[in-house]
């Protein structure tokens, strides 16, 4: 087989621009065939006949709810506003109902993980909560010590909720504050006052769960650094285990940016200040930097973060509208709402998730941090070099990535150039013979003659994501 020369990075690049992170369609579709949504079934009891657990290991559940109060304009997320009562509950009987669907065919396999995302899922009422709990626990084999999580935001995360959540064994509690200042939380059209985000909090302190993890955002519109440094002081004082800050992303799902608000550059510049000194100020307010986004407390929040690395490569069964199921090494699902309407009437779409995919976006995620080989192999039950042997040598070679006792690293400034090449290489970098597809696949949209670099490009890239997180949110 013919190798890849070094010289040709410039068609990585290219390539970048394609490749969305962590997905499998980030081949465009062309070399893996869509799944049909009508074998979910098929594709559970395939998944776990395989024995998935020699590299896989955590399986989560997943919950969406796609509803919330109304829309708030910078998010991203997929959801339907406004949910009325009825249809919470028809929605309520749809999940019970793919429960009792899906539970059969992962008989059996301990599930270590059950998580409640959207949207907002505290918009469910306190005995919605109960009853899906309560089926849960009756229908798969969750372990004595699964993790349960929950997403909620202040106004509807009420005490009687919160109550029926410790109850039905839950220990984590994510809350979305993003900011307490009015006129912000006025530009973004998000219903809550600084009142509710502390009766909230203490609400949940007072009934001991584990781990409270909260949301804040940079960057929102006219957010000062003043008034996000005042919003976080406040925060860290009231000692989360966990704290979330999102740089906001100004990118295509969210309402903001589809009415064309602000100026890219001057907006990038102000929320780099503001993502920067909230940083500092986590870290010398007792907190430890995990992850892109995640900051932990220095005591406290450790197996917190266990978790959820383990969680990002092992299996997840996704269930609701919009819910993602991962079935590592085989395919990658969503739920999708036929019509966007009725939110209980869904179908699955997916791609084929090879494991050398799996490994390439678990280096991807992790590069930053540092990976140690022992974790690698634990994970996957094979050796990185092993795997990806050629390949790293490549990137040792380009000075991107660098072995320092055990751990693959990367050595290099975090230029913006740099990070795109390191990425762009991982994303091909375990399969000589894809990217010759790839070549022959893109040959008469890549121009050689072009610089895939130049920042027009890289902009093209912010509509997709990705790069924006890699690039601008992880100190460059
Ligand atoms: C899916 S949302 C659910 C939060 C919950 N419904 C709430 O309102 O509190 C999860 C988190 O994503 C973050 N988020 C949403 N839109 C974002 C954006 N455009 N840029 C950065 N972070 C965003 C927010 O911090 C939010 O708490
Ligand atoms: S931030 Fe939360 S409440 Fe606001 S739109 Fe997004 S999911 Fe809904």
Redesign the pocket.
């Known amino acids: 087989m013919k190798a890849m020369k070094i010289r040709d990075i410039n068609f990585l690049r290219f390539l970048t621009l394609k490749l969305p992170l962590g997905q499998v369609d980030m081949f465009g579709g062309a070399l893996f065939n869509p799944v049909p949504g009508t074998v979910m079934g098929k594709h559970i009891d395939r998944f776990f006949q395989r024995g998935y657990r020699s590299y896989s290991p955590a399986f989560s559940l997943y919950f969406h709810i796609p509803f ?1 109060l109304k829309r ?1 304009l ?4 997929e ?1 339907k506003a406004v949910a009325q009562k009825a249809e919470m509950q028809a929605y309520y009987q749809y999940l019970l109902g793919m429960i009792d669907a899906y539970a059969p065919h992962a008989r059996g396999v301990p599930v270590d993980i059950c998580n409640f ?4 899922p505290s918009l469910l009422s306190a005995a919605q909560i109960t009853g899906l709990l309560g089926s849960i626990r009756r229908s798969f084999a969750v372990r004595e010590k699964a993790y349960f999580m929950f ?4 106004r509807t995360l009420t005490l009687d909720k919160l109550k029926a959540l410790k109850e039905g064994g839950v220990s984590r509690i ?5 900011t307490l200042n009015k006129k912000v939380l006025n530009a973004v059209d ?1 219903l809550q006052s600084r009142e509710e985000v502390e009766r909230c909090i203490d609400n949940i302190r007072s009934l001991s769960f584990d781990f409270l993890n909260i ?3 940079a960057g929102l519109p006219l957010q000062t650094e003043a008034s996000f440094l005042a919003d976080l002081r406040f925060l860290i004082a009231r000692k989360p285990e966990v704290i ?1 800050l ?6 295509q799902p ?1 309402p903001y940016y589809q009415m064309k608000k602000g100026d890219i550059a001057a907006f990038f510049k102000g929320r780099h200040t503001m993502t920067r000194k909230g940083r500092e100020m986590l870290l010398s307010g007792g907190y430890l930097r995990r992850g892109h986004e995640a900051f932990q407390m220095v005591s406290g929040g450790e197996k917190e973060q266990s978790v959820l690395y383990e969680r990002s490569v092992g299996a997840t069964l996704g269930i609701g509208a919009y819910a993602i199921s991962t079935f590592p090494g085989q395919a990658v699902m969503q739920c999708l709402p036929r019509s966007g309407k009725d939110m209980t009437d869904n179908e699955y779409f997916g791609y084929a998730y090879p494991k050398h995919a799996v490994m390439a976006n678990f280096i991807i995620l992790n590069i930053l941090s540092g990976i140690q080989r022992k974790d690698f192999q634990r994970i996957f039950g094979e050796s990185l070099e092993g795997v990806f042997g050629a390949g790293l040598k490549r990137l040792e070679h380009l000075g991107l990535v660098a072995w320092q006792d055990g751990r693959l690293v990367y050595p290099g400034t975090r230029s913006f150039r740099a990070l795109f090449d390191l990425f762009a290489w991982i994303k091909i970098l375990y399969d000589d013979a894809l990217l010759e597809k790839l070549q022959a696949n893109f040959s008469r949209e890549y121009h050689s003659s072009v610089d895939y670099s130049q920042e027009r490009f890289m902009l093209k890239i912010m509509d997709n994501g990705w790069f924006v997180q890699a690039v601008y949110d992880l100190g460059v």
């Open positions: 919330c708030c910078y998010c991203w997320c959801r995302g959207g949207g907002t997403e909620g935001s202040p994510s809350l979305g504050v993003q998000r949301d804040v955002m979330h999102h740089p906001f992303w100004n990118i969210s």
